[in-house]
């Protein structure tokens, strides 16, 4: 029995567009500073990082010491800030004012 060329380009295409994976859009990469207020040890510190890495969209962490703030790296397109501070206040931190765009 020999398969028609149609069938057979039909079938390629059917296979083809179920082994594809869509990638969902991604926005522009944002980055603010958050102020946590009496946030000292590394303990506390470390415990920041873990609760911003869990926020979907959040893309990266890091903490200056000089200025006493995180940085926080976010997909704007996946979060926004009132979500990474709600993370942070449901962690049982207090965010010290509103958090500012880094350029």
Do not use: W
């Not at 009132?82 to 962690?91: M, Q, R, T, W």
């Amino acid at each position: 029995m020999r398969l028609k060329p149609v069938f057979v380009f039909s079938l390629l295409l059917i296979l083809l567009s179920a082994l594809t994976v869509s990638q969902p859009a991604h926005g522009a990469e944002s980055k603010v500073e958050i102020k946590i207020a009496d946030c000292k040890t590394c303990a506390q510190k470390a415990r920041v990082g873990v609760i911003l890495e869990n926020v979907d969209g959040v893309t990266g962490t890091d903490y200056d010491a000089r200025k006493e703030v995180f940085v926080v790296s976010f997909d704007d397109k996946m979060t926004n800030v009132d979500s990474i501070s709600k993370a942070l206040i449901e962690g049982g931190f207090h965010v010290r004012g509103r958090p500012t765009p880094v350029k």
